[in-house]
């Protein structure tokens, strides 16, 4: 039992950062590449706020709008694939939960928002070390969010086309109330 709780403890430590790398300055930021940073609040289905203030925006999908009826089952998904508890998040005490963060583009759009990839660590395997969610594929993948036609990078175009596919198959999310 002494064992388990000491491996238990060793693995936590590894998971909480020990091979994660530590949180980016925004002058460091390079497209394409994993940049670490810590995410404080869940806007929506598809946006989340960094500790700065700084917006991420998940490429690649779209989530329904505030107005939308799966709005606020499609920011639950979010907040639970990044971590967040949103009873956290609406308390005056945020509780930080890292993220890596691959830009598409190294400057916000037009509204202030980076365009990025986001990926959660979830657990760590001996052989492989950490393994990360790729939260833009995740909420394709369980229909909390819908394929954006309207991308200039195609990078997982096909990883996300099949995503939709499958929870249009399964008629989860968003398409279990579809005809």
């Not at 709008?65 to 799966?70: G, L, T």
């Not at 198959?169 to 398409?175: E, M």
Request: one cysteine or more.
């Amino acid at each position: 039992m002494k064992r388990l709780v000491i491996l238990l403890v060793c693995w936590i430590l590894i998971c909480a950062g020990c091979t994660v790398p530590t949180e980016h300055r925004w002058e460091e930021i390079q497209p394409n590449q994993l940049n670490a940073f810590w995410v404080t609040a869940v806007l929506s289905g598809d946006k989340i706020r960094l500790t700065d203030g700084n917006l991420i925006h998940y490429y690649g999908i779209q989530a329904p709008s505030p107005k939308d009826d799966y709005f606020e089952i499609s920011r639950n998904a979010n907040a639970h694939l990044v971590g967040i508890s949103l009873k956290e998040e609406s308390s005056q005490v945020y509780s930080k939960r890292r993220v890596l963060v691959k830009f598409v583009f190294p400057k916000p759009d037009d509204q202030g928002t980076y365009q990025a990839y986001v990926h959660y660590p979830v657990s760590y395997d001996p052989e492989k070390g950490i393994v990360f969610r790729f939260v833009n594929q995740e909420l394709l993948a369980f229909g909390y969010a819908i394929v954006d036609p309207n991308v200039d990078d195609h990078t997982y175009a096909k990883e996300f086309l099949e995503a939709q596919e499958i929870a249009k198959q399964k008629r989860l999310g968003l398409w279990g109330s579809r005809k």
